[in-house]
């Protein structure tokens, strides 16, 4: 039993009467407990200092806590969010006279830039708004596309539609928007890409444009030039991703 008085925690302890062993030979002879002047079994009193039992309460309190926040979220193949890097324009991999603002979601100046990520994912989405209009392009290019030459399409490095309409990998034409659905100041183009073809959206209506031909490991690019300014939505979409798209994602090893 706990009992507080002056500060100081008590512990009474009540004598228990001992186990009678048997042996061969008989039972031991049963031990006689102390009793008061009423018969009652006397009780030993403790005194343990009080902040003591606090001070090792909180220890134990801090250990238990430690061991489950060692072992709480750690299952398996778990990733914290905050872990991930978000998608944007790569400032390690653009042309030299590009310049990118806003947390890497604006281009502008001379020249191309990759996004951070490469499109692993089955079936991904992204978008460009355009800001200012002027000579640009976006589509998908390696890691080794010239990023300082413009237009973009010129090698098998990169696949563009560019500001008139044209769609261009190799130096050669894959495809055309139609002429009455040329990107204007303010619109949004939507691009997916399934790991064969790329196919355009203009605020949000398919434009039935597909082209392929890239190969290898393709990033997100965007290039600029003549006061063109295009902003990058890799999340946060002006338009839901088509059925079955979804935002580029980075690829995570678990070990």
């Not at 309460?57 to 978000?86: F, K, N, W, Y």
């Not at 490095?157 to 990998?169: Q, T, W």
């Amino acid at each position: 039993m706990l009992n507080i008085k002056h500060n100081t925690l008590y512990l009474s302890v009540t004598a228990a009467k001992p186990l009678v062993s048997r042996t061969l030979g008989g039972a031991l002879p049963r031990t006689r407990l102390s009793q008061d002047s009423a018969g009652k079994p006397l009780r030993s009193a403790v005194p343990v200092p009080l902040l003591a039992v606090l001070f090792v309460t909180c220890q134990m309190a801090s250990v238990v806590s430690c061991i489950l926040g060692c072992c709480a979220d750690r299952r398996p193949g778990h990733v914290p969010l905050h872990e991930m890097p978000a998608v944007q324009l790569d400032t390690q991999h653009m042309g030299s006279d590009v310049v990118v603002i806003k947390s890497g979601r604006r281009i502008c100046g001379t020249g191309g830039c990759l996004s951070n990520a490469p499109l692993h994912q089955n079936k991904s989405y992204f978008e460009i708004k355009i800001h200012s209009m002027g000579l640009w392009g976006v589509g998908l290019a390696t890691p080794i596309a010239n990023l300082n030459q413009i237009p973009m399409g010129l090698d098998a490095h990169s696949l563009v539609l560019r500001n008139d309409g044209s769609v261009y990998h190799n130096n050669e034409e894959k495809n055309r928007l139609p002429a009455n659905s040329l990107p204007q100041e303010g619109d949004v183009v939507g691009i997916t890409y399934d790991h064969v073809d790329l196919n355009l959206y203009l605020n949000g209506k398919n434009m039935h444009c597909p082209a392929s031909g890239i190969h290898g490991t393709v990033f997100p690019v965007v290039y600029v030039d003549d006061s063109a300014i295009l902003d990058c939505h890799f999340s946060d979409f002006n338009h839901a991703p088509p059925h079955g798209f979804d935002k580029i994602m980075f690829e995570k090893q678990i070990f």
